[in-house]
């Protein structure tokens, strides 16, 4: 996983409505296991080529963004349509060989486990490998990854474990690790109500 402490934004990402979109994919890709290790500080056309080579290269969104590594001569209305096609991917793509890690590395296996209703001795053996993973398991997985990477532009790793275990006025003064019960399926109400919340700290328009 990257380090991803943006500081800065440059053409085109220095438009506030595409400097959301862009920090959106870079926060969800890295907490999908996506990016390279290093330290992200600035967003601009040189990063934004790792990021999408990185991301290609985990078999995502290739189609999309084959051509737009390096795309100066897009304008505004064509970056914005290119990340929010890229965002659509990631949402529809899936990786737990790489979610597995990133994910136990951000919430630590007691907690993963809490949130995927899997023991933490079940998460070391899936993470590993040494276990094959339920298709409903990786499902419940890639939707945390999507919640993570959105709290990701808005609290550090122990920021993440905490807003999980902390009741929220909008769930009904329950904790998100208690709204995703047994079971729980990325489609169904209440999951979706969690998502929504974490997704609304992205929402406003970056600066």
Known sequence: MADIRIRSVESPFDNPEIARLGISVVM???AMGLLTARTIERLDLAEWERVVNDVIRGGVGKGILAG????????SN????????VNEALDASPVPASEWPALQRVLGADLLGRLLNVSSVSVRRYSSGARRIPDDVAARLHALALIVGDLGGAY????????FTRPRTALGNRAPVEVLSPGWQP??????????LANALTASPAT
């Open 68 to 75: 737009y590594s390096n795309a100066t001569t897009l304008e």
């Open 28 to 30: 969800r890709a890295d």
């Open 78 to 85: 064509g970056w914005r349509a290119t990340l929010r096609r």
């Open 187 to 196: 489609d169904e109400p209440e999951p979706r109500q969690v998502r929504s």
């Open 156 to 163: 550090n790793d122990a920021g993440i474990r905490r807003w």
